[in-house]
């Protein structure tokens, strides 16, 4: 045997915190809609979000997936993106001696602002990036009122 690793007892103690935390911060941020069922014991996939007046820009980390495991959809100004990771199969008569990336369902809902034009929304995945473009509605961009 190489070596024989083993996560102690503290060092799941101190990921569950880890993960406890991350949850209580995004629902500070309301962020994440963490009392829907359909999120219990998924992962959820590390974002960013970014918004201009024209659009606002979700990219999301989905390394190892392809666009016939991801589910975008958008209801009540809240984005949600479902799927799943395939495990690696391991070769016959192989073990693991280090397992570390996580494989399974994910989810992950952001609240949006008001106003985004649903019909013009584009997703796209790429190298394990998955972009979802927000257009925002004619009526909520900003816009300059001239004097007469």
Known sequence: MLVQLRR???QNTLWNEI???EREVDKAFNNVVSSDPQFVGKLSPAIDVVENENETVL?????GVSKEDVKISLENDILTVIGSRKSNALPEKASWVRNEIRTGEFARSVKLPKGIDAGKITAEISNGILKVVLPKAEEVKPREIRIN
């Open 8 to 10: 102690s007892p503290v």
């Open 19 to 21: 993960a406890n935390f």
């Open 59 to 63: 990219v999301a980390e989905l390394p």
